[in-house]
């Protein structure tokens, strides 16, 4: 059936008229993201201390050592970021790396405040390494993207 969308059929009706389901409800939103990070720390005090996102859990491993943070992305529920420790290390892809994957994690900003986050990353001496008319993009410690976005305002 080429060229045709196949409505996405979720229930139908069993002989007894009682409606079936066929699949599960669709997705309610995003739960969480997580990133590998080979110095956890490090990453961590980006996202909370520069980016200003709150620490909502710690995780150790089996030894005690820092596993996992998970910072809060707002929403209700709560979505979070999990910055996972890894042991490896990945080679910092330039910005606009024509590899395919993830591209960015673009947290929302309100078009006001974009001056004083551009002032704020100065400070900390993070590096903008792009704008847009709606963002601004820069690379956590670890050259994942992130982008300071306030578009679209509204759907």
């Given amino acids: 059936m080429q060229g045709k969308a196949r409505p996405f059929a979720t229930h139908k009706t069993g002989r007894d008229g009682k409606v079936l389901r ?79 994957g993830l591209h960015l994690l673009a947290l929302r900003i309100t078009p006001d405040d974009r001056a004083r986050w551009e002032t704020h990353l100065v400070a900390h001496g993070v590096l903008v390494v792009h704008r847009s008319a709606f963002t601004l993009y820069v690379q956590d410690p670890e050259g994942n993207r992130i982008g300071l976005s306030h578009h679209p305002e509204a759907f």
């Fill in 22 to 100: 066929l699949v599960p409800s669709p997705s309610t939103g995003v739960h969480h993201l997580a990133i590998q990070v080979s110095d956890l720390a490090r990453v961590e005090a980006f996202y909370s201390d520069v980016l200003g996102l709150s620490i909502l859990k710690r995780w150790d491993d089996d030894q005690g050592a820092p596993r996992s943070v998970w910072l809060s992305l707002g929403g209700e529920p709560t979505m979070f970021l999990a910055l996972e420790r890894c042991d490896g290390t990945a080679p910092s892809p330039p910005f606009r790396s024509p590899a395919p």
